[in-house]
């Protein structure tokens, strides 16, 4: 499977996916249900994927007026850190209010779902390539690589 199709199946099934870990995460957390927890978990996850549409615009138009065009690793860790910030500051008074909680209690929901989800995508990538296969600029890549090598 490739391109488009490849693109709309891994995203389909990260948010199906990460929607039920993070409704699971936040009831079992909270002490509350997933009934409560599940539409918070869709609000999240529609705030996360916005958030991150515009900030990468944002990022981008700034990245355009810097001196060196390369991706360096502190750029990297700038933009992850800077995306994180942004989420934790939305998502931390909306946990709140939706949970009838602290924001203290609300930050440490927010802070176990930093931590997991992460793993979660990790995990998730690594399976999606094994039962999907690579992208195809990485199979011509290791044919060309093999071939050369081989």
């Known amino acids: 499977m490739q391109g488009t199709k490849r693109r ?29 927890t ?3 978990s869709i609000l999240i996850a529609v705030i996360a994927v916005t958030v991150n ?3 990468n615009y944002v990022f981008e138009m700034w990245e355009k007026t810097q001196i060196s065009k390369t991706r360096t690793v ?15 500051m939305i998502l931390i008074p ?11 209690k609300a930050f440490l929901l927010d ?23 690579l992208p195809s600029h990485l199979l011509e890549e290791n044919e060309l690589g093999s071939k050369v090598t081989g």
């Open 111 to 133: 802070f176990s779902l930093m931590v997991i989800i992460p793993c979660y995508t990790f995990v998730y990538n690594y399976l999606f390539d094994h039962i999907f296969g």
């Open 74 to 88: 502190w750029r990297r860790i700038a933009h992850a850190i800077g995306f994180q910030i942004i989420l934790v």
């Open 53 to 55: 549409f515009f900030y």
């Open 38 to 40: 599940g539409p918070l």
């Open 94 to 104: 909306l946990i709140a209010w939706w949970m009838q909680i602290s924001l203290l």
């Open 8 to 36: 709309v199946t891994y995203v389909f099934f990260y948010e199906v996916f990460s929607f039920f870990i993070c409704a699971l995460i936040l009831a079992a957390l909270s002490g509350t249900t997933i009934s409560h």
